[in-house]
């Protein structure tokens, strides 16, 4: 990157994994190699991409934006170890945003709500999800990719450029 575009402006992150019976089996029941595979994958990657990007954003006012889900704050049921990678990757967030601030460099994180998806396709009792969300979020709806993608491009413009540090819910309110 640093040949072909001289350094980086923009990070998504936006990658997570638990193995599939960790989604569905007790949480009590995660075992030790289930519970450092969320977390390697899904909050450690955060850490070690954001190394990396801040020597390629140097001088450049760097963005690093990640994915977070409102199950690192309240029991979602089935969610499981992901729900504990996300509250990693979230302190994690402020934790980057303190430690590469002083480079310029913002850390923030959109916790958005359900959205019909491939991945989600494999979910059991999704659409149910869907359902009970768009009944009570006070904007009595569901949201879509498009504004995940609209608040993204906020965070990581320089309209966001005193924000950092932050879990920013795009949610319908919920
Ligand atoms: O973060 C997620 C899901 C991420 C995810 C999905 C899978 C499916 C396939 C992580 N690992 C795997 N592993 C697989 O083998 N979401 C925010 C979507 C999601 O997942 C749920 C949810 C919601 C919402 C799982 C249980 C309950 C609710």
Same mark, same amino acid.
């Given at each position: /990157?640093? #040949? @072909?575009? *001289? *350094?980086?402006d923009i990070?998504?992150?936006?990658? +997570?994994? !638990?193995a599939k019976e960790d989604l569905s089996n007790p949480y009590s029941q995660t075992s030790r190699r289930g519970f450092f595979l969320a977390l390697d994958v899904s909050a450690y990657s955060l850490v070690i991409l954001?190394? #990396? !990007? +801040?020597k390629l954003m140097e001088g450049r006012k760097g963005a690093i934006l990640t994915m977070t889900y409102m199950g690192?704050? =309240?029991? $979602?049921?089935?969610? &499981?170890?992901? *729900?504990?990678? =996300?509250?990693? /990757? @979230?302190?994690?967030?402020?934790? /980057?945003a303190y430690d590469l601030g002083p480079k310029g $460099?913002?850390? &923030?994180?959109?916790?958005?709500?359900?959205i019909r998806t491939l991945a989600a396709s494999g979910i059991a009792g999704f659409k149910e999800m869907l359902h009970y969300s768009s009944e009570r979020a006070p904007l009595k709806r569901n949201i879509d990719a498009e504004e995940v993608a609209r608040t +993204?491009?906020? /965070?990581?413009?320089d309209m966001a450029s005193a924000?950092?540090? @932050?879990v920013v819910h795009v949610d319908a309110g919920y």
């Open positions: /990157l640093r #040949q @072909e575009w *001289g *350094g980086l990070l998504i992150h936006a990658i +997570a994994f !638990a954001s190394r #990396q !990007a +801040a690192s704050e =309240k029991v $979602i049921p089935n969610y &499981n170890i992901m *729900g504990v990678a =996300k509250a990693a /990757l @979230e302190a994690s967030v402020r934790y /980057l $460099i913002r850390v &923030n994180a959109i916790s958005a709500g359900p +993204a491009l906020y /965070l990581v413009s924000v950092t540090g @932050e």
